[in-house]
Every structure is written in structure tokens, then in C-alpha cells.
T-cell receptor
């Protein structure tokens, strides 16, 4: 089974802190994604990556950056956390080849910024 | 850009009943996939069913089936013989294949489905 893991289930940070959210997948997937989930808004794409060291902005990249130094790991970085970044963050991965295009999701990190 | 609309924020049905969740989308693309994902209280997103836009036949997976109306840009999910374990948030999602599937999903806002015993 594909496994996508995220470093924390719950995280509490203070305003202005630098925050790292880590995601690791074990199925050699090329594509990796970071989404933000808020009640009443669904999931929104923050950044995605289709290869090591490659990154593309999604729909809401402001206030975030990402890093992909290894194929299996995709990090989301909040350079200076703000209270409006309190949210659930979901990581996902998928194969690049012609497939079903299914994305496999991690369990999510609920981040609270105080 | 594409948009996905789920017009039912919450639905509640009795166990064993059939329920239909609605989803409409807007796109100018011709090559795309549509998905329904389920998110139970455990928060783990699980793929329920997928539909390729070029296929006219509606996808089915056991008790789950879709009604895909391409011209109307409609993609509803039917759950037959609903079970308590079907209680979850359900998200409709769109994938544009012009980027080879690497571009991410566009999600609707979700429908909270509650199955009553």
C-alpha cells in the first residue's frame, strides 16, 4: 500500500515563527502536493512538485514556500507564521506515468498559530 | 481555470437508504478526470471513485456509482444501501490533464453526509 506520512498530526506555533511541515511518501511517486483545508472552503492547492528540486505555485501560494531535495520528501515552509495560516494541511502524492491519476493523501497536520 | 461546485453542505439519510450527492463543474478543457474523495472523521482522504471525461459509461465501484453528464458538466455520486461507515465529508474534485496529471486537483467545498441508524 502507498503510504504518505506527515511529521505531525497537531502543531501549535506562535505568530512570526518559521514552521516546517514535512511529508514523506514511500512509493517512488514523482508528483507531490500540498493542500490547505478550511471549513466551508474545501481543499485548496498551495504548491506542487513534479520532480526533485522542481516546484510550481498552486492557487494560494502567498505566505508559503516549499522544498523538495529528495524524491520522497516534500516540505512546506511558513517563513513567518500568521494566525490566518491556522488550518489543516494535507500532503498528497501521485505517479507521473499515464495512470489513474489518483492522489494518495497523508493524514493531515492541524496547525494552530497563536 | 476550473471551478467545482457542491451545492449541498450537509445531508442526512437513514441507514440502507440511497443518497445522491451533487457536483457541477466549469471548465473549458476537454481532457480531464473527475473524482469523488471521502474524508471520514479520522481525516484520512480516500478515493471513492473516478471518471475519465472521454468515457461515456458511468463509473461504478460496488455500492458507489456516478452519473456523469458531460454536456451539463454534472458529476453526481450515488451511494446505494448506505451504511454507518459512509458517514464522512465527500469532496468532488477535478483534474485537468493538460499538465499530465501533475497540476493538482481542484476541489469542491464538500458535502457532509450523515448516515443515521
Amino acid at each position: 500500500d502507498v503510504k504518505v506520512t506527515q511529521s505531525s498530526r497537531y502543531l501549535v506555533k506562535r505568530t512570526g515563527e518559521k514552521v516546517f511541515l514535512e511529508c514523506v511518501q514511500d512509493m517512488d511517486h514523482e508528483n507531490m502536493f500540498w493542500y490547505r483545508q478550511d471549513p466551508g472552503l474545501g481543499l485548496r492547492l498551495i504548491y506542487f512538485s513534479y520532480d526533485v528540486k522542481m516546484k510550481e505555485k498552486g492557487d494560494i501560494p502567498e505566505g508559503y514556500s516549499v522544498s523538495r531535495e529528495k524524491k520522497e520528501r516534500f516540505s512546506l515552509i511558513l517563513e513567518s507564521a500568521s494566525t490566518n495560516q491556522t488550518s489543516m494541511y494535507l500532503c498528497a502524492s501521485s505517479l507521473a506515468q499515464l495512470t489513474s491519476y489518483e492522489q494518495y493523501f497523508g493524514p493531515g497536520t492541524r496547525l494552530t498559530v497563536t | 481555470a476550473q471551478t467545482v461546485t457542491q451545492s449541498q453542505p450537509e445531508m442526512s439519510v437513514q441507514e440502507a437508504e440511497t443518497v445522491t450527492l451533487s457536483c457541477t463543474y466549469d471548465t473549458s478543457e476537454s481532457n480531464y478526470y473527475l473524482f469523488w474523495y471521502k474524508q471520514p472523521p479520522s481525516r484520512q482522504m480516500i478515493l471513492v471513485i473516478r471518471q475519465e471525461a472521454y468515457k461515456q459509461q458511468n463509473a461504478t465501484e460496488n455500492r458507489f456509482s456516478v452519473n456523469f453528464q458531460k454536456a451539463a458538466k454534472s458529476f453526481s455520486l450515488k451511494i446505494s444501501d448506505s451504511q454507518l461507515g459512509d458517514t464522512a465529508m465527500y469532496f468532488c474534485a477535478f483534474m485537468n490533464l493538460s499538465g499530465g496529471g501533475a497540476d493538482g486537483l481542484t476541489f469542491g467545498k464538500g458535502t457532509h453526509l450523515i448516515i443515521q441508524p
